[in-house]
């Protein structure tokens, strides 16, 4: 289920260009005490892994990035309404977090207080098994290995053999967490579209590397299903990997 939120930021909402821990946080804040906790600390799991199974979109609206006398340090301010997108597969979080809402009828973000202007639970698309998506929140695929006893992280483009095959092994991994069964291979690919637009994120004091772009994505309709309610790729919950369906575009 997709949760549509609008609110408005005539207060001038003014936010780090690396926004994501904040914006997750809000929205956990926003859930239930008891989905919260399971939220942040347990999750769904599946060998040892953990899936939290929400993500969210990178906030949309007017604004203007500034970069501070410390150089180091961007900004960006909201000017008018500001519109996020919030998608999970667990129906209980979608419905958690809107009443919540309703109910307090602002969103507060860094202790300050915003209007919420529209909320709305979307309709489920139809989801076919080919479909083309464009990215709401860049795309993330990595691996992590040892190197002279080091950890090390190294991070796919779409252009890499690689990229194709980690996406659907956590998709796959994300299926059997939530339902509780296996899947065999799906001949799952996603091919970029147009020329996909790298992007670095900063997340905790770690650099992330994703993208952002338009892609064609062909596989099961339950994988894809996945992908579509909880994110595609890895960091979901963080902020990554949320997307929508061309044809039903929204911004």
Known sequence: MRLQLIFSSKEQLVLPINYNNIIQAVILRNLSPKLSDFFHNEGYQFN???FKLYTFSNLYGKNTIKRLQNKNYITILFHDDVTILVSSII??????????????????????DYKIKFIKLLPEPKIENSIKIKMLSPITVY?????QNRKRTHYYNPTEQDFSSLI?????????????????STHFSIKPLTPPKKVLKIYKNFIIESYL???LLNGNKKLLRIAYDTGIGAKNSQGFGCFELLHNNIY
């Open 48 to 50: 040892n892994r953990k």
């Open 91 to 112: 129906p209980d979080f979608t419905m958690s977090l809107s009443s919540s809402l309703l109910k307090k009828g602002k969103l507060t973000i860094l202790n300050n």
């Open 143 to 147: 691996s992590t290995y040892l190197n």
């Open 168 to 184: 659907e092994k956590n998709l796959i991994e994300k299926y059997a967490a939530f339902y509780g069964e296996s899947m065999v």
């Open 213 to 215: 772009g338009r892609f």
